[in-house]
């Protein structure tokens, strides 16, 4: 078909796919090992990554780090009922507004001073004692974070994860045959909550319920401040099985051309066909990533400052992946190698700098060589990156 009647018809076939000419059809299932054991000295190694999953053990371990954590200490105590004193005759004024005196701004309290409606009351010893009562809740805070409940979540998005998906691919014929995939996929990070469920059934628990509180506080800080696993290594092994059904497609059209008799335009009938044999292919792929943040310093977010620190993200990501074709002649075995490693900008606010190494042999693409190596560089930016 010349070039001129195959732009048209290509336009005219464009018109006729709507929006129900590729549709595709998915459902994953992801194994979940759970048992009726929901507490620490039963639960062993589980599966799956649903909170539900974890719900009682989280509970335990909140009540656990609180409970270690412990009460505010005698000085402490003595700062907080301070403070409270100070405020009692702003908190029964505030009381008669029929407001809290947590809703109460600073000039309004001056105002009702300078009014005579607020007595024995220093607005500036109270600030003062307020900031000292700050002082305290930070120096809790201090503690708990130091246990760094923070990484609950973290754990369990790590667990071992299995999950089976099957897909199915509907395509109109003026687009392509249909086509198949089943994919099994094992996810897996090195630091998880399985890792402090092992270490704490191999520590020593103690008998009384407090000092197994104090193990499983100790077991779980073991796990998430092991330098080892301060890199946050991960890694997906999957295969995949692909098939695309037989497919063929004639298109009868015209050809005008030059008879040589009359040197007059003549219609010729011709036949353009498309005929694909059905075919399949195995994939499998091996993914490792190491995931790196910069060690935030002690006490780096407190209740006064509200601040959080810089935390660059570094990423290392290495795959490989092989491609075994079958019943298709017009592609052939592929494997594809590459190493990737992203690099932060810290005073772009999560923009970052990709740096990625590619092997791959695609005999089919290439010609004479038989591989190839390339190397990419681009920068990437996250958009949802929380200021």
């Given at each position: 078909?010349?070039e001129q009647?195959r732009?048209?018809?290509k336009e005219?076939?464009l018109k006729?796919?709507?929006?129900?000419?590729d549709?595709t059809w998915?459902?994953?299932y992801?194994?979940?090992?759970?048992d009726?054991?929901?507490?620490?000295?039963?639960?062993?190694h589980?599966f799956g990554?649903?909170a539900?999953?974890?719900?009682?053990?989280?509970?335990?371990?909140?009540?656990?780090?609180?409970?270690?954590?412990?009460?505010?200490?005698?000085a402490?105590?003595k700062?907080?009922?301070?403070?409270?004193?100070l405020?009692?005759?702003?908190?029964?004024?505030a009381?008669n507004?029929?407001r809290e005196?947590?809703?109460?701004?600073?000039?309004?309290?001056?105002?009702a001073?300078?009014?005579g409606?607020?007595?024995g009351?220093?607005?500036?010893i109270?600030?003062?004692?307020?900031?000292a009562?700050?002082?305290?809740?930070?120096a809790?805070?201090e503690?708990?974070?130091?246990?760094?409940?923070?990484t609950?979540?973290?754990?369990?998005?790590?667990q071992?994860?299995l999950?089976?998906t099957a897909s199915?691919r509907e395509?109109?014929d003026?687009?392509?045959?249909d086509?198949?995939e089943?994919?099994?996929?094992y996810?897996?990070g090195r630091r998880?909550f399985?890792?402090?469920?092992?270490?704490?059934?191999?520590?020593d628990?103690g008998s009384?319920?407090?000092?197994m509180?104090?193990?499983r506080?100790?077991?779980f800080q073991k796990v998430v401040d092991?330098?080892r696993?301060f890199?946050?290594d991960?890694?997906?092994?999957?295969?995949a099985?692909?098939?695309?059904?037989?497919?063929?497609?004639?298109?009868?059209?015209?050809?005008?051309?030059t008879?040589?008799d009359?040197?007059t335009?003549?219609a010729v009938d011709?036949?353009a066909?498309l005929?694909?044999d059905?075919s399949?292919?195995?994939c499998?792929k091996?993914?490792w990533?190491?995931?790196t943040?910069?060690?935030?310093?002690?006490?780096?977010?407190?209740m006064?400052?509200?601040?959080?620190p810089e935390?660059?993200?570094?990423?290392?990501?290495?795959s490989v992946?092989w491609?075994d074709?079958?019943?298709?002649?017009?592609?052939?075995?592929?494997?594809?190698?590459?190493?990737?490693?992203t690099?932060?900008?810290k005073?772009?606010?999560?923009?970052?700098v990709p740096?990625?190494?590619?092997y791959?042999?695609r005999?089919e693409?290439?010609?004479?060589?038989?591989h190839?190596?390339s190397?990419?560089v681009g920068?990437s930016?996250?958009?949802?990156r929380k200021?």
């Amino acid at each position: 078909m010349v070039e001129q009647a195959r732009d048209a018809q290509k336009e005219a076939w464009l018109k006729e796919v709507d929006d129900f000419a590729d549709i595709t059809w998915a459902a994953t299932y992801g194994f979940q090992r759970s048992d009726e054991f929901q507490n620490w000295d039963k639960a062993r190694h589980r599966f799956g990554r649903s909170a539900k999953l974890y719900e009682n053990l989280i509970h335990q371990l909140l009540e656990d780090v609180i409970s270690t954590a412990g009460p505010p200490t005698p000085a402490e105590q003595k700062v907080l009922d301070r403070a409270e004193d100070l405020g009692e005759p702003a908190a029964l004024w505030a009381l008669n507004q029929q407001r809290e005196l947590e809703d109460v701004t600073f000039g309004e309290l001056t105002a009702a001073i300078e009014s005579g409606n607020l007595t024995g009351f220093d607005l500036a010893i109270y600030i003062e004692a307020l900031k000292a009562e700050a002082a305290v809740y930070d120096a809790r805070l201090e503690r708990f974070s130091k246990v760094k409940p923070d990484t609950i979540a973290p754990l369990i998005a790590n667990q071992p994860q299995l999950t089976l998906t099957a897909s199915f691919r509907e395509l109109d014929d003026l687009i392509g045959p249909d086509s198949e995939e089943f994919k099994l996929s094992y996810e897996l990070g090195r630091r998880n909550f399985n890792r402090v469920l092992k270490v704490y059934h191999n520590s020593d628990k103690g008998s009384t319920e407090q000092e197994m509180r104090r193990a499983r506080v100790r077991a779980f800080q073991k796990v998430v401040d092991d330098p080892r696993l301060f890199t946050q290594d991960k890694f997906t092994f999957s295969l995949a099985y692909r098939s695309r059904d037989a497919f063929k497609m004639d298109f009868p059209y015209q050809e005008m051309v030059t008879d040589p008799d009359t040197m007059t335009d003549v219609a010729v009938d011709r036949m353009a066909s498309l005929d694909l044999d059905h075919s399949k292919e195995w994939c499998g792929k091996v993914l490792w990533t190491r995931y790196t943040r910069s060690k935030k310093p002690e006490g780096s977010m407190t209740m006064s400052s509200g601040k959080e620190p810089e935390d660059p993200q570094r990423l290392f990501a290495l795959s490989v992946e092989w491609i075994d074709v079958q019943d298709d002649p017009l592609r052939q075995n592929r494997l594809v190698a590459s190493l990737s490693y992203t690099l932060p900008i810290k005073t772009a606010g999560g923009a970052g700098v990709p740096l990625t190494l590619v092997y791959a042999d695609r005999s089919e693409f290439l010609g004479d060589p038989d591989h190839q190596l390339s190397a990419h560089v681009g920068i990437s930016f996250d958009i949802n990156r929380k200021k």
